[in-house]
């Protein structure tokens, strides 16, 4: 089965991967933010014959990037989008990265300025494991979020309801929502029908 | 040379000559003929000659890339750590060419050749020359060894510098380009250093106008010495000199060199001039001031760089104040607005300029993935 390592330990399984490779047209121009060492692009240009570009902050992933032929920048996404041009891609991918920046509101408005649809995956601050330690009086750590408060990247946690309410606010449409769980997650088959509750990431695809 | 080194060097070389009887016509108007090129090659070129790599050297480098000219020489190439057998520029697997370039004095014609017209050497009569000139000069030789395609033309610095224009004056005569530390239109501050170099070694009176029998050693040196401050970092000296004494423990009380530091910079000042002529200094520093990919596009970056074809991967460091990455990041703009594939890597460093010669680690490991995936973009 092919699986895609995205961030940290969430895997797109064949048919999440399947499910975005379809919403691309072949050929289309692909940017993904926070690219990592490119896997998910090298996937992109070999099935969609896409034309990709990575941006990553991390040097060590920089050069895996360029190692497997995967065009990448160096920068950080704090300070927004200023090497691209408007409207210069057809896709700008954001994977789990959302709740690291520091202004996710600004970032999100880069995106729709360089691109035209957004593919965000979106780390789910209201799944029902983050609700039951919350409710014990504990900040949550779960699979997909490690960390202790302190020594947390993720600034901006929120639910998949918070999204959607920016979304909104800033005339982005919601074209399809893909709840995904852990593997082994006993509730992965309600994901789908209350993904706010059960499902611990969720891949947005937007447009503006 | 001791027979570990040898081992994974590509040993003994010997420098080559071309000569352009014609010679060129410069972009300041005047034509320079005969034209000698004194170049170094490493590695076999392969039968369909489409594994050629072109090595742009730096203001004071040379062709002498890897290697040792005999097997006493102490010291091998500038790029020893990068070229070799199963190095980055891996000479099992590449041709690797470097050339002098001209108005240099390293065996390529330069201010201290002699002017078949006098029958004495140029000095100033020697013409300005640009990177551009540098570059069409180096296509004759490129021509000459019968190579179709660089598959890769790279260089840091002012070696940088002629990556760009090789990029733009020759797009299809490379399959990629690799830019390190350096910049697509120099700044008014770099301007600034090689002016006050430049006044060191005019105000020298052993420099005589540019009719010198003895080098103005002093101008010369002090040109140097500023120059070699601004390659260092403010951290890359604290970490090196601190405020060390050089021979005693106190303070002398008069002008003489007390501190380490001061003592580092004379001694690169008199290496220098034991191998580098005075003049060359003048017109390379110029070369320098005048490159502007830009300078025909009223600044625009993007149609600076339009003629650009090939894939890119430029490099900077993040203590590089002469040549700052947001210099690279700007030309990088440039390239990604005209759809170009380009990849942008600022590699983490404390050395400043000097960098691109000393992280050869990191350096060493971004390139090496770069052109591991050119193979496919062989024609």
Sequence with gaps: ???????????????????????????????????????????????????????????????????????????????????????????????????????PDLLLDEMFRVGKTGIISFINFGHCSARKQLLFGDMPETKTLPWKWYNTPNIHLATIAD????????????????PLTQDGDPFAFLAGIWPNLFSSTCVFILEK | MNPDQRKQSVGIVTPRHFVIEEGLKLQCGQVLAPITLCYEVYGTLSKNAD??????????????????????????????????????????????????????????????????????????????VTIADMVHAQKKLMDHLKIRKWLCVAGGSMGGMQVLRWALLYPDSLVSAIPIATSSRISPQSIAFNWVGREAIMSDPAWNGGNY?????????????LAHITYLSEESMRRKFGRKLQFSQDYSFDFDKDFSVESYLEHQGMRFVERFDANSYLYITRAIDYFDVTDKTGGDMAKGLEKMKCKCLVVSFTSDWLFPPEQSREMVRGMLKNGLDVSYCNIESSYGHDAFLLEDDTLGRLISNFLSNLETDKE
């Design chain 2, 213 to 225: 029998e003895e080098q103005p050693d002093k101008g010369l040196a002090i040109a140097r010495m």
């Design chain 1, 1 to 103: 089965m092919t699986t895609i390592r995205l961030n940290h330990d969430t895997t797109l399984s064949r048919r999440d991967l399947e499910t975005i490779a379809s919403m691309i047209p072949g050929k289309s121009r692909i940017l993904d933010l926070g690219c990592g060492s490119g896997r998910l692009l090298k996937f992109l240009a070999q099935l969609k014959e896409a034309k990709v570009m990575g941006v990553e902050k991390e040097q060590d992933k920089v050069i895996e990037c360029t190692g497997r032929g995967v065009p990448v920048i160096q920068a950080d996404l704090n300070d927004g989008l200023p090497d691209f041009a408007d409207n210069s891609y057809d896709f700008v991918i954001l994977s789990q990265t959302l709740q690291a920046v520091k202004r």
């Design chain 1, 163 to 178: 999204f959607r309410r920016l979304c909104t606010q800033k005339n982005i449409r919601i074209l399809r929502e893909i």
């Design chain 2, 51 to 128: 594994n050629a790599i072109l090595i742009e050297h730096a203001l004071s480098g040379d062709a002498h890339v890897a290697g040792y000219h005999s097997p006493e020489d102490a010291k091998p190439g500038w790029w020893e750590s990068m070229v070799g057998p199963g190095k980055t520029f891996d000479t099992e697997k590449y041709f690797i060419v470097c050339s002098n370039i001209i108005g240099g004095c390293s065996g390529s014609t330069g201010p201290s050749s002699i002017n078949p017209k006098t029958g004495k050497r140029y000095g100033m009569d020697f013409p300005l």
